[in-house]
């Protein structure tokens, strides 16, 4: 069984999340463990209690050659969750019962299996075993097709016996498909593919980077901003569908490789704060959302030197007058049109979570945008870093979306919540 699986995978050695649900059939979660440790992969079970009736934890160890840690409440110092979540290439749920499956559907976290699949951006394949009749429950179906839409891989039920002499739909789908559709959801392509493209025809404006302001011909007032949750967001939005517009202040060089060479962004780049008001006005004319990640200098000097500021002139101090640049983000939440959803960010140096919401919601009042992007950054925190921390606030000030994973995470999330905005208005109009 070596190649196949190795060459679906790209011959790498993959970690692989086993999530094991309290079915009868978790008994051939076993198989599957074994069959991808066989192929020389990492791979972590996750059982959930109901599964722990059915298999016993020694087993998982013992096959899966991990220790396995099924409570949230264990490892807590490691935030085992997020740790699995992030290092997973592929989680996969074998048995996926139809309480696990509602569970996902609506991003039910209270066991370690719900915290870790909500903490990943790794593809998710489920194999669904259950009773016909639960299979074609109203509830399930529904619960399929959000999962389906949002590029879940289901693989089975199968038709067939199950448990108590009954027979048809909800038998659990043949070990080996399982084994081999969980490898195929890890090649990039394919997981592109099963990427849903919900913002198709929508029209997206993102800012990223941070502004500099002259001081002279070679100096100015910058920020420590690298531009790449801005671009993350930009990318994302651009690969779920939408037209794209990148308002571009001073990005990383990493970063600015990465926006210049994916085709379905296009890079206005601009200096100065004024600059990038001038620039998002103009393109959130016909946008349906606004993203104002960069980093804008609250303060630009009253007056630019045309020559190179010297010392011989200013002596031992030098004092800069500074003036306030106009405010871009609550100039477009008080000028947007109707159903344009307005998102603005705030980077605060405070760790406390509360303390992090009431600067949040403060901000959000004063700016009166859509949704407000809290996270907590510092001096060795949040700027230039892959990682971060962000509190997603509605409009009432309620947190909506929660990330501590990579900036891609986060920008999805920003992206689901921009949506749900959308959609609430549209329902309200
Ligand atoms: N922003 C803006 N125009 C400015 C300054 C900031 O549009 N002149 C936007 C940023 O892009 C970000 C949000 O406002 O989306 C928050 O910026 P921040 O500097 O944290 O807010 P301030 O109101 O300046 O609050 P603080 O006093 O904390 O700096």
């Known amino acids: 069984m070596g190649d196949p699986g190795r060459s679906a ?74 740790a699995l979540g992030r290092a997973a290439d592929v989680i996969v ?21 719900g915290t870790t699949i909500l903490s990943s951006a790794a593809p998710l394949v489920v194999a669904p075993a259950m009773h016909s009749e639960m299979w074609a429950a109203a509830a399930t179906v529904a619960n399929m097709d959000l999962l389906r839409g949002r590029g879940v891989v289901v693989v089975g039920p199968d038709d067939g016996p199950l448990t108590g002499g009954d027979s048809g ?35 997206v404006v993102v800012t990223a980077g941070g502004t500099r302001e002259p001081l002279d011909p070679v100096r100015f007032l910058g920020n420590r901003s690298s531009g790449r949750q801005g671009v993350a967001l930009a990318r994302a939005a651009a690969r779920r569908g939408a037209t794209v517009t990148l308002v571009a202040a001073h990005l990383d060089d990493d ?26 006005v103009a393109a959130a004319a016909g946008a349906d959302v606004v993203v104002m990640a960069a980093a804008v200098a609250d303060y630009r000097p009253v007056e630019v030197s045309e020559a190179k500021i010297k010392k011989d002139d200013t002596g031992d101090e030098l004092v800069l007058r500074l003036v306030r640049t106009p405010d871009v983000l609550a100039e477009l939440s008080a000028t947007r049109r ?11 140096t405070v760790t406390d979570r509360d303390e992090l919401l009431e600067l949040g919601r403060r901000k959000l009042a004063r700016k009166g945008c859509d949704l407000l992007v809290v996270n907590p950054v510092g001096w060795a925190t949040g700027f230039g870093s892959p990682d971060t921390v962000v509190l997603v606030l509605g409009a009432d000030g309620a947190v909506v979306g929660e990330v501590a994973g990579t900036k891609q995470q986060a920008a999805e999330v920003v992206l689901d919540a921009a ?6 208005g549209a329902l309200a109009r």
Do not use: M
Request: net charge negative; charged share 20%; aromatic share 2%.
């Open 169 to 203: 739909p909800g038998r659990l789908a043949d070990p080996d498909e399982i084994l081999a559709a969980t490898l195929a959801a890890v090649v990039p392509a394919a997981r592109e593919e099963a990427r849903v493209r919900d913002l198709a025809g929508r029209v």
């Open 93 to 113: 749920v074998v048995p996926a019962t139809a309480h696990t499956l509602a569970k996902i559907a609506h991003g039910l976290s209270d066991d370690l299996l």
């Open 338 to 348: 109707p159903g344009q959803v307005v998102v603005g960010f705030a980077s605060e």
């Open 419 to 424: 949506l749900a905005v959308r959609a609430a």
């Open 255 to 280: 970063v600015r490789r990465d926006a210049v060479g994916d085709d379905g962004v296009s890079l206005v780049e601009v200096g100065s704060a004024l600059e990038l008001r001038e620039a998002v």
């Open 9 to 82: 995978a790209g011959g790498r050695r993959l970690t692989v999340v086993v999530g094991v649900s309290g079915g009868i059939a978790a008994y051939k979660a076993v198989q599957v463990v074994r069959g991808l440790v066989v192929l020389g992969h990492d791979v972590h079970v996750v059982p959930t209690e109901a599964a722990l009736r059915f298999v016993g934890l020694p087993t998982f160890e013992a096959i899966s050659r991990n220790p396995v840690h099924p409570s949230v409440w264990d490892d807590v110092a490691q935030v085992r969750h997020v």
